[in-house]
């Protein structure tokens, strides 16, 4: 890590993927697993201070970043005391409205990892959007929600980084710093990966139906799939009075009706 400089290696970039793609393999995902460290816990009052972030795909890293922030503030002595990043350190360190854009191109079009992904997605948008910069629709994955979804309470009591760091025996201990705790994130995600597909999930489409993001009613809807080709075609949904509420093309019929019913749907609008 360098203090005060951002650090980009890897130059693997790749695109959105179309919700007709949710099906990739788990191999063939690109991730991005990001941590960042904070002056407080209030994504609309406090600020990011460092942020690291490690590209993977297919278990092997593609690209890191590593940078401190300045905040622009104090950082609480608390604060200080938990991560050893002082204001001294942040003096020469660029601002976020530097660090941001950086940050979107070197995550683009991959799936966007954290521990507790919602403190950390909450920073990046509300920076995002006091920047006024337009943040793109990552698609999330929280190594919380998902360790919950796959151990049991036995083998894990605590759900905290430095416990499945520990269940997992990371290369890199997490530390309360950025880029340590995105590194030991990385390998909590991989030995999670790896017991889901001991479990016959083994594309990211499964990897999120897996999870329980949805009501078991909608869940149930999958069923108005059943009768669809696995070909090239155009879908309409339609409401209570036959009237079309949404037409749609896909080049797997079944596939995609059958995914607006399954976590793979985030559309708010949609549901």
């Known amino acids: 890590m360098t203090d005060g400089a951002t650090v980009v290696s890897g130059h693997a970039r790749g695109v959105q993927l179309a919700f007709d793609e949710l099906d990739q393999s788990l ?30 795909r297919g278990g092997r890293v593609i690209g890191e970043m590593a940078t401190l922030v300045d905040p622009g503030r104090s950082i609480p002595p608390a ?28 995550a683009r079009g991959s799936v966007l990892v954290a521990h507790n992904a919602r403190f950390d997605t909450a920073f990046l948008r509300a920076a995002a959007t006091r920047m006024d910069l337009a943040w793109p629709s990552f698609r999330v994955l929280c190594t919380v929600t998902l360790a919950r979804r796959v151990l049991t309470r036995d083998e894990a009591p605590s759900v905290k980084l430095s416990s499945l760091a520990t269940l997992f025996q990371v290369s890199t201990r997490p530390t309360h710093r950025a880029l340590d705790d995105a590194r030991a994130t990385v390998d909590v995600l991989h030995g999670l990966i790896e017991r889901v597909g001991n479990q016959g999930v083994h594309s990211y489409a499964e990897l999120v139906d897996y999870l329980p993001t949805v009501s078991s009613a909608h869940r149930a809807k999958r069923t ?20 079309v509420l949404y037409v749609g093309t896909s080049r797997n019929l079944h596939r995609r009706v059958r995914n607006y019913f399954t976590g793979s749907e985030t559309r708010g609008r949609m549901k």
Do not use: C, N, Q
């Open 27 to 56: 191999r063939d995902t690109t991730f991005v697993v990001v941590d960042l460290e904070t002056t407080g816990g209030r994504p609309g009052e406090d600020a990011i201070t460092e942020i690291g972030a490690v590209k993977v």
């Open 224 to 243: 108005l799939a059943a009768g669809l080709p696995h070909a090239p075609g155009v879908y309409l949904f339609r409401g209570p009075s036959d009237e």
């Open 79 to 106: 604060i200080v005391a938990l991560t050893g990043i002082t204001g001294a350190m942040l003096l020469d360190a660029p601002r976020i409205e530097r660090v941001l854009p950086t940050f979107v191109e070197f």
